[in-house]
């Protein structure tokens, strides 16, 4: 869950390409709270490319916080922005 300026930045699209570089499978939406909350499954090292991403986003995003849930994975395949 990722927290602060972070809906109309392409902060969904920025994770889309990245997860799609590293290949890493899940999915990325924005929630009504104005956070953006997503799923990444893939290499460890890989995944937490996309964490520490997420931690400053793409330009114009504002990241205040992010929170970081270990889960059973979804089987995901490829990344989706919903």
Do not use: K
């Not at 972070?6 to 290949?23: I, M, N």
């Not at 793409?58 to 089987?75: G, I, K, L, R």
Request: zero cysteines; hydrophobic letters at 40%; glycine letters at 8%.
């Amino acid at each position: 869950m990722i927290h602060g300026q972070v809906q109309g930045v392409f902060f969904r699209d920025s994770l889309r390409r990245l997860a799609e570089q590293h290949e890493v499978s899940g999915w990325a939406r924005n929630t009504a709270e104005g956070t953006v909350e997503a799923i990444f499954e893939g290499e460890p090292a890989a995944v937490e490319r996309l964490v520490d991403f997420s931690r400053s986003g793409p330009a114009d995003a504002q990241v205040e916080s992010v929170e970081v849930f270990e889960e059973e994975p979804e089987n995901a395949s490829g990344f989706v922005v919903r």
